[in-house]
């Protein structure tokens, strides 16, 4: 398996750490598929912007929001 490997652990924990706090992770519509996106501005300052204007609110508390 040398070209396969887990990027990411997909346990409960890593789910919750980026649904309380989504904002360093969002960019804009129009990046979402770009390799090469460099950001003007602290991550965190274009994801709160994002966030707010779209709505952006992911499961944390309501369990049946991820279990179902
Ligand atoms: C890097 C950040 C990130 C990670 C990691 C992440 N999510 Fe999310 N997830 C989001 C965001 C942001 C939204 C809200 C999207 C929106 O409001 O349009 C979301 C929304 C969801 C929703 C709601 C979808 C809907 O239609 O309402 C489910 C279910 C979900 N995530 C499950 C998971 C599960 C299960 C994991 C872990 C295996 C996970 N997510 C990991 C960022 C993440
Ligand atoms: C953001 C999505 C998400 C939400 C919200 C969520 N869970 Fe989970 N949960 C998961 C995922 C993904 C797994 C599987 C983790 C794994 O296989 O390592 C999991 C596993 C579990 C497990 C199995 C034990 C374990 O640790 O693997 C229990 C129990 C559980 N969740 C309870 C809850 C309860 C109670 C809530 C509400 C307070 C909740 N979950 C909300 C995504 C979520």
Redesign the pocket.
């Known amino acids: 398996m040398g070209q396969v490997y887990p990027v990411a ?8 750490d ?2 309380r706090d989504p904002a360093p992770h969002l960019r804009p519509q129009s990046e979402i598929t770009s390799m090469e996106w460099q950001p003007e501005q602290p991550r965190r300052q274009i994801g709160a912007a994002i966030a707010a204007k779209l709505g952006v609110a ?10 179902r």
């Open positions: 652990p997909l346990t409960m924990g890593w789910c919750l980026c649904h992911p499961p944390v508390e309501t369990c049946t929001g991820c279990h």
